[in-house]
T-cell receptor, first 113, second 118 residues
Framework: KAGVTQTPRYLIKTRGQQVTLSCSPISGHRSVSWYQQTPGQGLQFLFEYFSETQRNKGNFPGRFSGRQFSNSRSEMNVSTLELGDSALYLC????????????FGPGTRLTVL | AQKVTQAQTEISVVEKEDVTLDCVYETRDTTYYLFWYKQPPSGELVFLIRRNSFDEQNEISGRYSWNFQKSTSSFNFTITASQVVDSAVYFCALSEAGSGGGADGLTFGKGTHLIIQP
């Protein structure tokens, strides 16, 4: 089975721009979660999508949004980028229940200049 | 609110030594899941083990073993006869049911950077 894939792997943007990251889950996985990893804050949960609906949400501003398509692929969007948004963005997928293991993709490294 | 504490920021040992990574968690739920992930320099989080709150049996997988104790809210990870390839950052994480169903996100500890010197 193919693993979780994320594109692009690296991005460089400037302040004020917006960015869209993509995540393709493991076949059969219907839940996609997004995490931000920074040296200061560590790994933090952004949101989770299941069956094209946001099911759970972390404590991030509205500039961070996402969506999920009918094939379970998910995109995450960050608008009006700030320097502090520079981070590794990780996507994790699971079959559907919170009891299931989350498997992570390789991440997208976003640098905001 | 849930919380995971990994008090050891960095551990450095010489190859073939045994090493234990500590994890202490806090939760009000009676049903929850605990995980360990490994993050090599490439950045991807690699799943190692999952434990549910009702199963306190210790587990061994090759050189890896895990000790789950609800009485002390701890889920420690031991690597026996460490190897250079074990060098990575190791994260302990907690999962609870989300209010909307599904997982309310994994709550991660800050991670322990393990350095195995040859």
């Amino acid at each position: 089975k193919a693993g979780v894939t994320q594109t692009p792997r690296y991005l460089i943007k400037t302040r004020g721009q917006q960015v869209t990251l993509s995540c393709s889950p493991i076949s059969g996985h219907r839940s996609v979660s997004w995490y931000q990893q920074t040296p200061g804050q560590g790994l933090q949960f952004l949101f989770e999508y299941f069956s094209e609906t946001q099911r759970n949400k972390g404590n991030f501003p509205g500039r961070f949004s996402g969506r999920q398509f009918s094939n379970s692929r998910s995109e995450m969007n960050v608008s009006t980028l700030e320097l502090g948004d520079s981070a590794l963005y990780l996507c994790a997928t699971q079959a559907g229940e919170y009891t299931d293991t989350q498997y992570f993709g390789p991440g997208t490294r976003l640098t905001v200049l | 609110a849930q919380k995971v504490t990994q008090a050891q920021t960095e551990i450095s040992v010489v190859e073939k030594e045994d090493v234990t990574l500590d994890c202490v968690y806090e939760t009000r739920d009676t049903t929850y899941y605990l995980f360990w992930y490994k993050q090599p320099p490439s950045g991807e989080l690699v799943f190692l083990i999952r434990r549910n709150s009702f199963d306190e049996q210790n587990e061994i997988s090759g050189r890896y073993s895990w000790n789950f104790q609800k009485s002390t809210s701890s889920f420690n990870f031991t690597i026996t006869a460490s190897q250079v390839v074990d060098s990575a950052v190791y994260f302990c994480a907690l999962s609870e049911a989300g209010s909307g169903g599904g997982a309310d996100g994994l709550t991660f500890g800050k991670g322990t950077h393990l350095i195995i010197q040859p």
